[in-house]
């Protein structure tokens, strides 16, 4: 059995472990198109049910994910009003450490990873090898190449989001502050003893007043750390390849083409607010390994199962992920002033959480919100 994974992100990592432990004589190589040790961004996240969910394949590998910062508290803060309220616990890690760990763990199965490597797939690759999953993230180059198979979809959004680091220590926090320029917020959240994510979102009308399109990736973080300056209590914000993005909505028509399957945001992708993209895509590599396995490793009819018995459960994040958006995307044209109706509504966006969910962890909270409307 001969594997090749392009791609070295989480999905394409996790994937190539549970393949040569499942197939201990396979061939597994995975080609990544950065340098060792080089990736962007700052810290992800997985809540405790999703560590739960991935335990079973890899024990190993979620003990490594778990063993770092973890969260069990929010904050909801509204113009410096906080509200703490108590969540599921989360677990957070650089995603630079969590890169370096999935890789340690699959080379020592015995896969073999090929840095500085062309990511994308060919035609000829689809000859010379058994098996081939495109795990080349959001801008995937595969997906692109065999577009007209996988007749993907993309539906790019509203808001502007630029994802910066700073040494302030931030429980998982969400910060609104209403400003002259528009509504601003911050996702923050700590993921080492000494950095902290911290996400700067706003709407086109915020994005086009601030000047931000004119500005150099510098500028913009400088300009980010003057407006929240309160919040960041004189830490400075890092960049680490941080420019303005929006994201992207994407998701396949068609999952497989031949012997090639899309995994992780290559084939679909959710919301950084439901959670971290890293778990789902994760959980791909999980369910394509099983339905590989239930096929005996025959690719045609495992790929068939990987789609039906993955996608329906896919579909249904993917929606809980397109509430969150249009929720988030709704809130620079509304004027909110009260932080508690703000927190209930932020923790019950995707319809997920109930109101008599949050009312269970947080009485208090509920209580005097309900004193608040007599």
Same mark, same amino acid.
């Given at each position: ?8 992100? $989480? ?41 739960? %969910? ?5 024990? =190993? ?16 803060? #509204?113009?410096?009003?906080?509200? $703490? ?8 890690? %650089? ?28 035609? %000829? ?58 509504? #601003?917020?911050?996702? %923050? ?136 958006? =249009? ?48």
């Amino acid at each position: 059995m001969r594997i090749l994974v392009v791609g070295g992100g $989480p999905a394409g990592l996790f994937f190539s472990l549970l393949a040569k432990r499942a197939v201990p004589t396979a061939t597994v190589h995975v080609r990544e198109q950065n340098p060792p040790g080089v990736t962007y961004g700052w810290g992800v996240a997985f809540s405790e049910s999703a560590a739960e %969910a991935l335990r079973p394949a890899a024990p =190993d590998v979620v003990d490594a994910l778990t063993a770092g910062m973890s969260h069990e508290q929010m904050v909801l803060s #509204l113009d410096g009003t906080d509200v $703490p309220v108590h969540v599921g616990r989360s677990y957070l890690n %650089a995603r630079w450490a969590l890169l370096a760990a999935l890789e340690r763990i699959a080379c020592e199965a015995g896969v073999t990873v090929e840095h500085e490597s062309e990511a994308a797939v060919t035609e %000829a690759d689809l000859g010379d090898w058994d098996l081939v999953v495109g795990a080349d993230g959001v801008n995937s180059r595969t997906r692109t190449r065999f577009a007209e198979h996988f007749a993907p979809t993309e539906e790019l959004g509203s808001n502007w989001l630029a994802w910066y680091g700073t040494p302030r220590a931030y429980p998982p926090s969400i910060i609104l502050r209403n400003s002259d320029h528009g509504l #601003l917020m911050s996702h %923050a959240s700590q993921f080492s003893p000494d950095l902290s994510n911290f996400t700067v979102e706003v709407g086109q009308e915020t994005f086009d007043r601030l000047g931000f399109g004119d500005m150099t990736e510098e500028e913009s973080r400088a300009l980010c750390e003057q407006l929240f300056a309160d919040s960041l209590d004189g830490a400075p914000l890092r960049s680490n390849h941080s420019p303005w993005f929006r994201t992207t909505f994407l998701s396949c028509g068609h999952w497989t083409h031949h012997n090639l399957v899309l995994i992780g945001d290559a084939l679909h992708t959710v919301h950084p607010s439901i959670g971290s993209g890293t778990r789902f895509a994760m959980r791909d590599a999980v369910y394509l390994t099983q339905a590989l396995a239930g096929s005996g490793w025959d690719v045609e009819v495992g790929l068939k199962e990987f789609e039906r018995a993955r996608k329906p459960v896919a579909d249904a994040f993917q929606a809980a992920a397109k509430r969150s958006i =249009d929720w988030y995307e709704g809130l620079p044209g509304r004027t909110i002033t009260h932080p508690t109706k703000f927190a209930l509504e932020y923790l019950m966006r995707t319809g997920r959480v109930s109101y008599r969910d949050f009312r269970r962890r947080n009485r208090d909270v509920v209580l005097g919100y309900e004193r608040d409307l007599r």
